[in-house]
């Protein structure tokens, strides 16, 4: 394999390597493959499998065993061997692979988010994985496993510094760590109360040099060219930042930004509401359609039906429990932090302006206890199964924790109420809270939720409420609007409506306003592709420490 | 129906609204450029090269066995043959593109239309493709992406010339406006 152009760029100190331990905790993962194909064969056919295994058949077995651990211990080991990375200035490289072999790089200004993830196993040795989330689809994570878990902060720290426009210290600095402690700790101190609107947050940094980095990123929309601002990279420090020369690896050259806690969830509110869903509910119903069809028909047989259902609607129970177990959200100047996970405990830091859409939902079952469920769209974590756990900001919200939870990511909603907007799309019907619903004529197409099909437009998002049964609020920031769209099918046609898309990055909130009014519709598509245009112009820059000033 | 003209430009003032609750797909002081024709003799031709056979296989079982039975998948398939002759070239007059300053405004279909909204500066790529088929028509489609999956921005049916200069304006104005996510 040839080299690429970009390596000459790392310095071949600054390669690392993961942790030895790496191929013992993966190539458990071949042997447990293989004892569970065998088992279910075995499964199949159980008095042949007792026959092979009664004889001298289970030291085969047993050799076969160990011959699959060798071989998977062996490739993971080889695995291991060709994998390292390294992390500059401007990305992280990686390269892997043993037959096929990949080199990756990812940019860190195209960084949406760290996650620091915790398999059991890996946790009782006390290793952990870390998955840099770019926007590339799925597939396209870096993901280091495994490291010592605090060279996994360490690096995570790391990584989100250079992301936010932090440079690293020259070597001369770095004789000078107090300084760059304070360059990287300073912004911590000025973290913007919730109630802060865009002009609150300046006032809240404590000295001219330090209230740049921390409280800017919610206030500064002021035009600018970065380059220039490479010289007041890290004003408060006053080193001598080397900008070109500072790609010499120093292992512990930025601070964990500090967090303050914003909100945690109760393990009895989310045993709760887990008991309090469809999966139960279907579980219920089945449960009562066998029992009465088994009296019915007088055979008890039929009640063997619930015991697949039983340990598949349990799976999906635990699933949930594990997933959202001790989560707790915190902010700190690199973003939102969330921390949840019994078994595999994941550390997700989400910087500011990576989210591209909020979803909050309350299913009909929620509604006497009024929570809600709360999930993003962060371009890079994507669809699949391991990303659902990724996306949700609060798996069982109050309705203030909702609120709370939608000003992490939209610190300013835009209007002078946020909370009496909050409320409006949560529960409101109709033009409540200045809500500009769907025409009467709507009630044609959806009889039941017409009342709550409703856009509000702010100076800073979109907010789309919908469902009746299942109530349901999609925020967009102006800014992270991908297209829009207009849709309209024949019945909408002959009512004069028309449905509003917006179209966001993969993930599970896809905004869209059913059953407008045509004319309010097609008005609405034209002044939000200005405003999204208008909101990308003055948005902040990709580095969110590096404010363009 | 969806061959109605555009607006003319000199009611110019109130861009927003459009003037009739059925005109929600014509937003003012857009001029929109229409697709090949040739895109319809595509696609008519491929739906006879689909179709075609099935119907004369089905009617040549159906004259050797002399089953009665079989003449009516025959006629089905026939009818859908027919359907779509009627449909497609309707449906290809009903796409159109229009660029305007900031953004791409694709739009198609009659029973179920749809107008999409694509920035440049979001764009993230273009594709321009042309199979067997559409060459042999002279035509080729571009397709835009954007950051988002369900962003369906494909334009069918251009005239190759245009579909390579539709690509590089839409390059060259995705970079002018580029933004990150």
């Known amino acids: 394999m040839s080299t690429v152009v970009h390596d000459e760029h790392v310095p071949e100190e600054a390669w690392r390597r993961v942790h030895p331990v790496t191929p013992a905790l993966k190539g458990w993962k071949t042997l447990v493959a293989v004892v569970v194909i065998a088992g279910y064969q075995a499964a199949d056919d159980v008095r042949s499998a007792a026959d092979l295994l009664g004889g001298p058949g289970w030291l085969i077995a047993l050799g076969i065993v160990l011959l699959v651990a060798l071989i998977g211990w062996g490739y993971a080991a080889i695995a291991w061997r060709h994998m390292r990375f390294a992390v500059t200035d401007e990305a992280v490289h990686l390269h892997s692979g043993v037959l096929f072999r990949t080199q990756r790089q990812a940019r860190l200004d195209r960084l949406q988010a760290v996650d620091v993830v915790q398999p059991l196993l890996a946790r009782l040795v006390g290793l952990a994985e870390l998955r840099l989330e770019v926007a590339g689809g799925s597939g396209s994570a870096v993901q280091l496993a495994y490291l010592r878990e605090p060279d996994a902060q360490a690096l995570r720290s790391e990584l989100l510094a250079l992301a936010a426009g932090l440079r690293r210290p020259s070597s001369a600095a770095a004789t000078t760590p107090s300084a760059v402690t304070a360059a990287v700790g300073t912004p911590v101190t000025t973290r913007p109360e919730p109630a802060a609107g865009p002009g609150d947050a300046p006032a809240v940094g404590t000295t001219p040099g330090t209230g740049q980095h921390g409280t800017a990123g919610e206030a500064v929309l002021a035009d600018g060219t970065v380059g220039d601002t490479r010289a007041a990279e890290i004003p408060a420090a006053q080193t001598p930042v080397a900008s070109s020369s500072a790609t010499l690896p120093l292992p512990p050259a930025f601070e964990e930004a500090p967090e303050q806690e914003v909100y945690a969830v109760p393990m009895p509110r989310l045993l709760a509401a887990t008991l309090r869903s469809a999966t139960v509910v279907g579980l219920v119903v089945l449960v009562v359609v066998a029992v009465v069809s088994a009296v019915w028909s007088r055979d008890v047989g039929i009640l063997a039906v619930l015991f697949p259902a039983f340990v598949g609607f349990g799976g999906a129970l635990w699933g949930r429990v594990n997933a959202g177990a001790s989560f707790r959200a915190a902010v700190s100047p690199d973003g939102i932090r969330l921390r949840h996970g019994l078994t595999e405990q994941r550390a997700q830091t989400v910087p500011p302006g990576r989210v591209q859409a909020v979803r909050l939902t309350q299913p009909l079952w929620w509604r006497r206890s009024d929570w809600w469920r709360v999930e993003i769209n962060v371009a890079g974590y994507g669809t699949s199964e391991d990303a659902k756990r990724a996306t949700v900001l609060h798996p069982v919200a109050t309705r203030d924790e909702a609120a709370t939870a939608l000003w992490l990511v939209l610190p300013d909603l835009g209007v002078a109420d946020p909370r009496a907007l909050v409320d409006a799309a949560l529960s409101g019907v109709g033009d409540e809270g200045g809500f500009t619903p769907a025409p009467r004529q709507a009630r044609w197409v959806d009889p039941i939720a017409w009342r709550r099909h409703g856009v509000r437009v702010t100076r800073t998002a979109l907010v789309a409420r919908s469902g009746r049964l299942v109530r349901q609020v999609d925020v967009v920031p102006h800014e992270r609007t991908q297209s829009l769209g207009l849709e309209q099918g024949p019945l909408q046609r002959r009512l004069g409506l028309a449905s509003f898309v917006v179209h966001s990055t993969p993930g599970p909130v896809s905004p869209r306003v059913d059953h407008l009014d045509g004319r309010v519709a097609a008005a609405l598509l034209d002044e939000q592709a200005e405003r999204a245009r208008t909101a990308r112009a003055a948005a902040r820059a990709e580095q969110w420490m590096r404010e363009r000033s | ?181």
Do not use: N
């Open chain 2, 1 to 181: 129906m969806t061959s109605e003209p555009t607006p003319a430009p000199s009611q110019a003032p109130d861009a927003a609204a459009p003037t009739s609750a059925s005109l929600p797909f014509e937003p003012h002081g857009v001029t929109w450029t229409p697709v090949s024709p040739r895109l319809a003799s595509a696609r008519l031709t491929s739906i006879a090269l689909v179709l075609g056979p099935v119907v004369l296989l089905l009617v040549g079982l159906a004259l050797a066995t002399k089953a009665v039975w079989l003449w009516i998948p025959a006629g089905v398939v026939a009818l859908l043959a027919l359907w779509g002759a009627l449909l497609v070239p309707r449906q290809v007059r009903a796409m159109a593109y229009a660029e305007r300053d900031d953004d791409l405004l694709i739009r198609r279909g009659i029973m179920f239309r749809s107008l999409v909204v694509v920035p440049y500066g979001r764009m993230q790529y273009v594709d321009v493709s042309a199979g067997p088929f559409a060459r042999r028509f002279r035509i080729a489609s571009v397709q835009l992406h954007t950051a988002s999956p369900v962003t369906s921005a494909s334009i069918d049916g251009l005239p190759p010339a245009e579909a390579a200069r539709l690509r590089d304006r839409l390059a060259s104005r995705g970079e002018a406006r580029l933004a990150g996510l």
